[in-house]
């Protein structure tokens, strides 16, 4: 009886398969939106540059989106980063839908064949993730600033916001907290130990809550984009709030 009372109480308190289906559909919402706003080829209203099209890069002569030079980083972090992969795979694929239920394929082939092994690439898709959010930093320092003079708008703030949120996601990765931590029996015995151990402190509690700053940062990614659109558009105006 006490143990059925304690797995009771861990049962989520709605339907098993809205979990999987909210991932499927926010998901796939979430790739269609990122190709849709590549495509329109233009990110910016001054001085907000959107996440999908930083750093600006272009090459002349060459027709393409800008966004198509750089929007491949933080697609391919996303899709090989540890979390989001369980997600998809258990929702997209059923594979399996969860820990206590046996694989749906009759032969197991891990990540070792197209296109999944490409999923081991993740610790450097981190190196280049890194590079893109030092340039959204500064982006964000620019959100501030209209004609040269420093004002805080409601643009100013979603700027920032997503950008902390980004940083929490990208700081909180598991191949940076293998990167800090990782192989180590002992800190103190290690070269810079103490400088590893330091960090591994600051990456722990990201880590911990991953999976909040995977969504979080998704949904403020898209938030900034659709803000700067409306913007575009002439649908919105951004208000100054200082
Ligand atoms: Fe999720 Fe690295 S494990 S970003």
Not at 35 to 60: C, H, T
Request: charged fraction near 10%; aromatic fraction near 20%.
């Amino acid at each position: 009886m006490a143990d059925q009372a304690v797995s009771h109480s861990h049962a989520p308190a709605y339907p098993w398969w809205l979990q999987p289906f909210a991932t499927v559909v926010i998901l796939s919402a979430f790739v269609v939106y990122s190709i849709w706003a590549a495509l329109q080829g233009r990110g910016y209203v001054a001085p907000y540059l959107s996440p999908f099209y930083s750093p600006p890069v272009s090459f002349r002569g060459i027709p393409i989106s800008p966004a198509f030079w750089v929007v491949w980083v933080p697609a391919g972090f996303r899709a090989t980063c540890y979390y989001y992969r369980k997600a998809y795979f258990r929702s997209f694929f059923r594979d399996p839908v969860s820990c206590m239920i046996p694989e749906s394929r009759a032969q197991y082939a891990g990540e070792t064949k197209l296109p999944f092994i490409l999923n081991n690439l993740h610790r450097y898709m981190l190196y280049l993730a890194v590079i893109v959010l030092a340039f959204l930093w500064r982006d964000t320092f620019d959100a501030f600033f209209f004609n040269g003079q420093f004002g805080v708008h409601l643009g100013s703030l979603l700027f920032l916001v997503n950008v902390l949120l980004l940083s929490g996601y990208t700081f909180g990765c598991h191949a940076l907290r293998h990167l800090v931590g990782g192989n180590l029996d002992c800190f103190s015995c290690a070269r810079g130990g103490r400088v590893r151990y330091r960090f591994w402190q600051w990456v722990n509690p990201l880590n911990y809550r991953h999976a909040f700053w995977a969504w979080a940062s998704l949904f403020s990614v898209s938030f900034v984009d659709i803000y700067i659109r409306l913007l575009l558009a002439g649908a919105i105006t951004d208000p100054r709030l200082f």
